[in-house]
């Protein structure tokens, strides 16, 4: 609004200023036409100018319905041979004919300075007017050309007003629905019942509350597996801790600090897996936290961790790296790894083997964890990155949240996953395949 009054304000002003110029161009000619008259009156005798004015002559040049005309002659020597002696002038800057505006006897004039060569010699002719001409042409043609315009500014600053309250008027209806909703209530807007304008929007917004249900759902189902996934093992680790209390048998109390011991590593893993899922969500920000690494380097620096598990487990565990130049969050991918490796150990019967891998397909870093244990079965390859989901009849302590947190990490690098059948025909292969690395 305030764009479009500027220019419509710049627009009349120039529009006025060109239509008042040759009003005042006009005038201006009327009083050079003025000063060259009087030249033709001004003669030589003994030696000096005069200016032989015959009274009826100077009423003729004086006579004007409206404004006072003055005039003075001035000879080569700056004496005033005629005229009004009083009368001020201003050359402008040596100009012929030059124009200037002064005042004379408490009156705005308006005057032209004209030098010219007559019979009698060089002279200075100067004619002045009051401005009240001016004024009443200026006036006419603003109330001519300005007020209109400024009354059609108004007239478009309502309508336009009026245009945009009633367009906007659906989505004024929208916002004061959904600010007297509770902030719990998600139910869709009625589509239907908007204007074709705003049913776009509409729907747009109901897509969203769709999306924060799913989500708040995924949330509390979260929230419910994750504190009975918690229960089980502090439950089970305070009826150890009262049993071994009570128990006087050294070897049955060993037995029962080892179950304690157990499910203090249980509770532990998953309080770690938890922790690591919560700040893997996709939408979390690492731009910041992104680093140029080798996967190489990564998997050799947490070698000796996964080597540590293998050799406890019964597991042959080997390393095929090759440089994998990639940007990634560091931390994230040491999780990732954590979880792939853990999860493969897990799952491979004791004296079975799993094969860490990493290298450059096609310009794509990848990741690759190989094993020749039970495999996971095609029909759930597309269940087993739920949280929290197991596979049923499967053996083991883990709590199914392992793979929910490497997908959630291949998420938040722009990674692919892929399963595939181990080469020997028996056992899983994961590969995570993760976006060219820039430059």
């Given at each position: 609004m305030?764009?479009?009054?500027?220019?419509l304000?710049?627009?009349?002003?120039?529009?006025?200023?060109?239509?008042?110029?040759?009003?005042e161009?006009?005038?201006d000619?009327?009083?050079?036409?003025?000063?060259?008259?009087?030249t033709?009156?001004l003669?030589?005798?003994?030696?000096?100018?005069?200016?032989?004015?015959?009274?009826?002559?100077?009423m003729i040049?004086?006579?004007?319905?409206?404004?006072?005309?003055?005039?003075?002659?001035?000879d080569?020597?700056?004496?005033?041979?005629?005229?009004?002696?009083?009368?001020?002038?201003?050359d402008g800057?040596g100009?012929?004919?030059?124009?200037?505006?002064a005042?004379?006897?408490?009156?705005?004039?308006?005057?032209?300075?004209?030098?010219?060569?007559?019979?009698?010699?060089?002279?200075t002719?100067?004619?002045?007017e009051?401005?009240?001409?001016?004024?009443q042409?200026?006036?006419?043609?603003?109330?001519a050309?300005?007020?209109?315009?400024v009354?059609?500014?108004i007239i478009?600053?309502v309508?336009?007003a009026?245009?945009?309250?009633?367009?906007?008027?659906?989505?004024?209806?929208?916002?004061?629905?959904?600010?007297?909703?509770?902030?719990?209530?998600?139910r869709?807007?009625p589509?239907?019942?908007?204007?074709?304008?705003?049913r776009p929007?509409v729907?747009?917004?109901?897509?969203?509350?769709?999306?924060?249900?799913?989500?708040s759902?995924?949330?509390?189902?979260?929230?419910?597996n994750?504190?009975?996934?918690?229960?089980?093992?502090?439950?089970?680790?305070?009826?150890?801790f009262?049993l071994?209390?009570?128990d006087?048998?050294?070897?049955?109390?060993?037995?029962?600090?080892?179950a304690?011991?157990?499910a203090?590593?249980?509770?532990?893993?998953?309080?770690?897996?938890?922790?690591?899922?919560a700040?893997s969500?996709?939408?979390?920000n690492?731009?910041?936290?992104?680093q140029?690494?080798?996967?190489?380097e990564?998997?050799?620096?947490?070698?000796?961790?996964?080597?540590?598990?293998?050799?406890?487990?019964?597991?042959?565990?080997?390393?095929?790296l090759?440089?994998?130049?990639?940007?990634?969050?560091?931390w994230?991918?040491?999780?990732?790894?954590?979880?792939l490796?853990?999860?493969?150990?897990?799952?491979?019967p004791?004296?079975?083997?799993?094969?860490?891998?990493?290298?450059?397909?096609?310009?794509?870093p990848?990741?690759e964890?190989e094993?020749n244990?039970?495999?996971?079965?095609?029909?759930?390859r597309?269940?087993?990155?739920?949280?929290?989901?197991?596979?049923?009849?499967?053996?083991?302590?883990?709590?199914?949240?392992?793979?929910?947190?490497?997908?959630?990490?291949?998420?938040?690098?722009?990674a692919a996953?892929?399963?595939a059948?181990?080469?020997?025909g028996?056992?899983?292969?994961?590969?995570?395949?993760?976006?060219a690395?820039?430059?």
């Amino acid at each position: 609004m305030i764009p479009l009054v500027a220019v419509l304000a710049v627009s009349i002003l120039l529009d006025y200023r060109l239509a008042l110029r040759p009003a005042e161009n006009a005038l201006d000619r009327a009083l050079e036409d003025a000063a060259l008259a009087i030249t033709a009156h001004l003669h030589l005798r003994d030696g000096l100018m005069h200016l032989e004015l015959s009274p009826l002559s100077d009423m003729i040049l004086r006579s004007d319905q409206v404004d006072e005309v003055h005039f003075a002659v001035i000879d080569p020597a700056r004496r005033v041979v005629g005229g009004d002696p009083d009368l001020p002038w201003s050359d402008g800057g040596g100009g012929n004919p030059a124009y200037f505006d002064a005042s004379h006897r408490g009156r705005a004039i308006r005057g032209v300075v004209f030098r010219a060569v007559t019979e009698a010699g060089p002279a200075t002719i100067v004619v002045a007017e009051t401005t009240v001409k001016r004024d009443q042409v200026a006036r006419s043609i603003f109330a001519a050309m300005v007020l209109p315009n400024v009354l059609l500014i108004i007239i478009t600053l309502v309508l336009v007003a009026f245009g945009v309250r009633y367009g906007l008027a659906p989505l004024s209806a929208l916002r004061k629905e959904i600010e007297t909703r509770s902030p719990r209530d998600l139910r869709p807007l009625p589509v239907e019942a908007e204007p074709p304008e705003t049913r776009p929007l509409v729907a747009a917004l109901n897509q969203l509350f769709r999306l924060i249900e799913e989500s708040s759902a995924g949330q509390q189902r979260f929230l419910a597996n994750a504190a009975h996934q918690l229960r089980t093992p502090l439950a089970a680790l305070q009826t150890q801790f009262e049993l071994a209390a009570a128990d006087r048998d050294p070897q049955s109390q060993r037995a029962r600090l080892e179950a304690i011991g157990e499910a203090t590593r249980r509770v532990s893993r998953l309080t770690t897996q938890l922790l690591a899922l919560a700040k893997s969500e996709p939408a979390a920000n690492i731009t910041a936290q992104l680093q140029d690494l080798d996967l190489s380097e990564v998997i050799e620096a947490q070698a000796s961790g996964y080597l540590d598990r293998a050799i406890a487990a019964g597991i042959d565990l080997g390393f095929e790296l090759q440089p994998a130049p990639v940007r990634v969050v560091r931390w994230l991918i040491n999780e990732l790894l954590a979880n792939l490796v853990d999860n493969a150990i897990a799952y491979t019967p004791r004296g079975g083997r799993v094969t860490v891998r990493c290298g450059g397909r096609g310009g794509r870093p990848f990741i690759e964890v190989e094993d020749n244990g039970p495999g996971i079965p095609a029909a759930e390859r597309s269940r087993v990155f739920e949280r929290f989901y197991r596979i049923p009849g499967t053996q083991g302590t883990g709590c199914g949240l392992g793979l929910a947190i490497v997908k959630e990490i291949a998420d938040t690098h722009g990674a692919a996953i892929e399963f595939a059948t181990s080469a020997e025909g028996q056992g899983t292969r994961v590969v995570v395949e993760f976006p060219a690395a820039p430059g």
